[in-house]
């Protein structure tokens, strides 16, 4: 089974803190992704990442910023976190670039700044 | 740019009853893909059915069938013989087939309550 693993399913953060939320996949997907998950609002994508040392911009990348170092491995930052970034993370993961193959997720991050 | 509407933000139905699910979505593009994507409370988000939007047949997966409606740009989800593990958020998604996209685009859900 493929496996999308978020570091932690809980966090709590002082406003300013500087947050990393850590996703790795066991699957060798070139594709993977930083949603942000808020009631009514559905998921939106912060950043994507189609190879090593590669990333775009979402939908709503403000606040936000991400590394890929290693395939397996997706890192999104915080920089200074703020009240307004409490939410739900979720990271995804697909090989290839077209909807024939499946997408992921990890289990989330319910992260929440103080 | 690609929206995808779920007009009901939360339902119920009995125990081994049917519910339908709502989803219309705004695309100009012809060859696209329509996902259902199931996250129970607490756990992770899972790919219920897809349909590729060039096929004509609905797909379905078990008790699990969709009503897809190109012409309306209309994707509904049916749940026969509701089980209570089907209680959770249910996200409709659309993707074009583009090669050089690589995002999804994701309805705001609906709750999903199955009632004993």
């Known amino acids: 089974d493929v496996k999308v693993t978020q570091s932690s399913r809980y966090l709590v953060k002082r406003t300013g803190e500087k947050v990393f939320l850590e996703c790795v996949q066991d699957m060798d997907h070139e594709n993977m992704f930083w949603y942000r998950q808020d009631p009514g609002l559905g998921l939106r994508l912060i950043y994507f990442s189609y190879d090593v040392k590669m990333k775009e911009k979402g939908d709503i990348p403000e606040g936000y910023s991400v590394s890929r170092e290693k395939k397996e491995r997706f890192s999104l930052i915080l920089e200074s976190a703020s009240t307004n970034q409490t939410s739900m993370y979720l990271c995804?993961?697909?090989?290839?670039?077209?909807?024939?193959?499946?997408?992921?997720f990890g289990a989330g991050t319910r992260l929440s700044v103080l | 740019a690609q929206t995808v509407t779920q007009s009901q933000p939360e339902m119920s139905v009995q125990e081994a009853e049917t519910v339908t699910l709502s989803c219309t979505y705004d695309t100009s593009e012809n060859n696209y893909y329509l996902f259902w994507y199931k996250q129970p409370p607490s756990r992770q988000m899972i790919l219920v059915i897809r349909?590729?939007?060039?096929?004509?047949q609905n797909a379905t997966e078990n008790r699990f069938s969709v009503n897809f409606q190109k012409a309306a740009k209309s994707f509904s989800l049916k749940i026969s013989d509701s089980q209570l593990g089907d209680t959770a958020m249910y996200f409709c998604?659309?993707?074009?087939?583009?090669?050089?996209?690589?995002?999804?685009?994701f309805g705001a859900g609906t709750r999903l309550t199955v009632k004993p």
């Open positions: 998604a659309f993707m074009t087939r583009e090669v050089q996209a690589n995002d999804m685009r």
């Open positions: 349909q590729e939007a060039y096929k004509q």
């Open positions: 995804a993961s697909r090989n290839g670039g077209q909807g024939k193959n499946i997408q992921y």
